[in-house]
């Protein structure tokens, strides 16, 4: 797959053809990662080998019938998409006026103006680069939401997004803007269609909060755990907008988060969160990139790992202060709780500052749960099994209650809960 | 029916011996108050009885009416019927108050009983209002910012849903306020019952003037010293701990 250019339909503009023809030449041209890379320190670079893996066939009705029924969310949404290896095979929406909520293909024809200002406007500098290449030489569908100017979404937007079928490879997009003082949450859902079948997903999601907006993402990553995933999450922030991104992962054999907020107008705000419950032989990378434009803007990172087995996660991110971003407020922390002695977490959190009256802090923190906590938990009659688990899924809720919306809340606890029904904990 | 500790004694982990030989009986219906200084092994006999595995038990017994429970584990003494409410009770972030009761309900029920939620949550308000415990605890996370009056009032609500058979409190006084410890009084007054023993751990004779003990025993050195009915607690806050010491190894 990694060898041959993808062809642009015909039918998208020829501005597209162009991007993903520049992009395919790009991706040739951009050296894979390699040891000694600072952005690939501690990864495990084989994971990178994507051979063999190929554009999703075309999947039966049946097939596409089964993983509809199977999209399972929120009770209720204002627009539901599925796509099943990037096809769309079901979409529903009650979303008002001022609102362009499409798929890609479609959107790229009758809005491509408007496609063509957001398109992946920012540089991946995270590390993969040159995946990021591939996917936009690649992407054919996906999500486009435009949210007009003072229209404020009540409810949220659901995507899912499977992998059918064996050693197949998706390019999942979605693409987000909201305008003047708008407001939308959008909630993307990646899941394999069995447990056996190997596959990869290079996704991107694109955010761009206009100015006094609140734009929402919550992207849960559950696939089964014989496929691999890079997510690039882009985020840009507006005047006094507030974006709020949230990563989950509890499937995929390996996973590679990278997610840039650029803060780009005073007084807005960017909250950076992330979930991670590793188990088993599974690897989540992590990197983040909080880039301070402009003065005045706030950002705020929160991650947590609970890492069980034999599991592995790699956090490196870094709060960059421009040099006339002033009164920036920006933190960021990443938790790990040990849950085995045989998993590793590797923390590289970082700061630069070139501006003055900052208000900065990172850190990182390892730990098991004590033995008093335990303790107590025991005291009142719950089982060592039970109270390991309670007191880990506390830590997630943590990051989770930063939402602030209950029912996309239980909507993600109920995937963490499944995560920990999978888990052996029986290992002190 | 009593939970009867025999000659128990009991050391740290590195061998250091913290209890000597302590005997003592607690029959249903009664309350029991331990008093004694700082350091003579209070916290850890309660510790102990609950399974705290940090102490080894060297000699002795502890039976639950008549079954010996060192075979058990912690959580199979509490669900066995012992209560212990914590001298510090530690927090758990991110788990509600509502949630953690509840899981300790559903550790007593059999395997597929799942608890009524909607009896659950009658019940819980109905304790949460006799112990004047505002209806927001029942979202905070268990303990997380809780000042020491309500960490104390969040112990006896949880001896309250869990009704225990025997309920150890732990300085269930110490860091209250005067009108703090008279609502802990109230809530422990309240599950005084025929059917229940308890046992006081205290280190000042003011709780007793809330909740009246039938007995009152004095430790020091890993061993009680000294029992006797309620007025012995009135000597010691007259005469002070040297004088009993004295008195009992005159």
Redesign the interface.
């Known amino acids: 797959m990694t060898t041959t250019a993808p062809q642009t339909p015909a039918i998208f503009p020829a501005w597209f053809a162009a991007r993903q023809h520049e992009a395919w030449e790009r991706y040739l041209a951009t050296p894979a990662p390699k040891r000694g890379d600072e952005t690939w320190r501690f990864s495990n670079l084989k994971q990178l080998d994507f051979a063999g893996f190929v554009r999703g066939a075309d999947v039966s009705p049946t097939q596409a019938a089964d993983l509809i029924s199977r999209s399972s969310g929120l009770e209720n949404t204002v627009a539901k998409f599925v796509f099943v290896n990037d096809e769309l095979a079901h979409s529903e929406s009650k979303l008002p006026k001022g609102v362009i909520c499409l798929p890609l293909a479609e959107a790229l024809v009758s809005h491509s103006d408007l496609v063509a200002a957001h398109f992946m406007q920012q540089e991946t500098r995270l590390g993969s680069a040159k995946f990021a290449a591939l996917h936009e030489a690649s992407v054919s569908n996906g999500l486009f939401i435009h949210i007009g100017d003072n229209v404020e979404i009540e409810g949220t937007i659901e995507v899912h997004h499977w992998i059918s079928g064996s050693n197949v490879l998706i390019f999942p997009h979605t693409l987000v803007v909201t305008g003047k003082n708008s407001k939308v949450r959008v909630i993307d859902i990646f899941r394999s269609a069995d447990d056996i079948s190997p596959g990869v997903a290079i996704a991107f999601n694109d955010l761009s909060a206009g100015p006094n907006s609140q734009l929402d993402y919550v992207a849960i990553q559950a696939f089964n755990e014989v496929t691999r995933v890079i997510q690039i999450n882009e985020t840009s922030t507006a005047r006094d907008s507030s974006a709020k991104g949230f990563v989950l992962n509890t499937g995929a054999s390996w996973a590679r988060n990278e997610s840039l907020s650029r803060l780009e107008g005073a007084g807005s705000r960017s909250d950076m969160l992330s979930v991670s419950v590793p188990a088993r032989e599974q690897e989540y990378d992590q990197r983040t990139f909080q880039h301070h434009v402009s003065e005045g803007a706030y950002s705020d990172l929160l991650y947590k790992n609970s890492l069980y087995d034999n599991s592995k996660t790699i956090f490196s991110g870094l709060i960059f202060v421009d040099r006339n971003a002033h009164h920036t407020d920006a933190y960021q922390t990443c938790r790990n709780l040990l849950m085995s002695d045989t998993c590793e977490a590797n923390s590289m959190p970082g700061l630069e500052i070139n501006a003055d009256q900052v208000k900065c802090s990172h850190g990182s923190t390892s730990s098991q749960i004590h033995d008093e906590e335990i303790f107590y938990l025991r005291a009142r009659g719950i089982d060592p099994v039970s109270a390991r688990q309670l007191i880990a899924r506390g830590f997630s809720v943590q990051v989770v209650e930063r939402l602030g919306d209950d029912a996309t809340e239980e909507l993600i606890l109920q995937f963490i809960d499944d995560k920990f029904a999978h888990i052996d904990t029986t290992d002190p | 029916m009593s939970l009867h500790i025999q000659d128990l004694h009991a050391t740290l982990e590195d061998g250091t011996e913290i209890l000597k030989g302590v005997t003592l009986d607690i029959p249903q219906g009664e309350v029991h108050a331990i008093m004694g200084p700082n350091g003579s092994g209070k916290s850890t006999l309660s510790k102990v009885i609950?399974?705290?595995?940090?102490y080894v038990v060297t000699a002795g017994t502890v039976t639950l009416d008549g079954a010996e429970i060192f075979g058990m584990?912690?959580?199979e003494r509490?669900?066995a019927g012992i209560?212990?409410a914590?001298q510090y009770?530690?927090e758990?972030?991110?788990?509600s108050n509502a949630n953690?009761?509840r899981?300790?309900l559903q550790?007593?029920l059999p395997k597929g009983v799942d608890i009524d939620a909607v009896a659950y949550y009658k019940n819980l308000y109905a304790k949460m209002d006799l112990l004047e415990m505002d209806r927001k605890f029942t979202a905070r996370?268990v303990n997380e910012g809780f000042s020491g009056g309500e960490k104390k009032r969040n112990e006896i609500l949880?001896m309250m849903m869990?009704e225990p058979k025997y309920c150890i409190l732990d300085e269930t006084d110490s860091g209250l306020d005067i009108d703090a410890l008279k609502i802990v009084a109230k809530g422990v007054n309240a599950m005084r019952s025929p059917e229940r023993g308890m046992l006081l751990i205290t280190h000042y004779q003011r709780l007793l003037d809330y909740i009246k003990p039938d007995h009152v025993h004095v430790m020091a050195e890993g061993r009680i010293v000294r029992s006797g009915g309620p007025e012995l607690a009135h000597e010691l806050e007259k005469y002070g701990y040297d004088f009993l010491k004295e008195a009992a190894f005159a």
Do not use: H, K, W, Y
């Open positions: 609950a399974g705290n595995e940090g584990s912690t959580d509490s669900r209560f212990l914590f009770p530690s758990v972030p991110g788990v953690f009761i899981a300790a550790a007593r996370a949880q869990l």
